[in-house]
């Protein structure tokens, strides 16, 4: 079922903070092995899915549904912000939550084409008729 816009921009921002308190709670243990600098790479890359989430219903929300989410300033915030969270638990835990938002982004760019692009008909163009030169 689904829920509006604001009710969506309070639920993504509430889980972003439980994501990122979970990342502070078992930051020992997210630091302690290589395999697990990866897995707090990968709950900073959900930080960065539900902050941008919830900044892109916020602006739906203030700004009317057409309002599209920018790279700059939008995503380039909520990358930079997913990615301090993931240094307060790790160095590597930076790269992989780049590299992971990264991939998460081109998929969230891939469904955004999919459902809200316009298709594009393809028309035939007639070739024009003129005077051949000899």
Partial sequence: MAVSSGTSCVLS?????????AMQMFKQQLAGSEYMTIVGGLLGSCV?????????N???TLFGSHFQTKLFPEVLFCLA???????????????????????????INKISLNKYSVPVSATPVKASQGKKRK
């Avoid at 301090?84 to 081109?106: D, G, I, M, P, Q």
Wanted: charged share 5%.
């Fill in 58 to 60: 916020l602006e739906s």
């Fill in 13 to 21: 921002f509430t889980m972003a903070l439980t994501s990122f308190a």
């Fill in 48 to 56: 960065f899915f539900f902050i941008l989430v919830g900044v892109g």
């Fill in 81 to 107: 912000a997913a990615m301090f969270a993931s240094a307060l638990v790790h160095r590597v835990c930076v790269t992989t939550c780049f590299l992971f938002s990264l991939v998460a982004l081109y998929y």
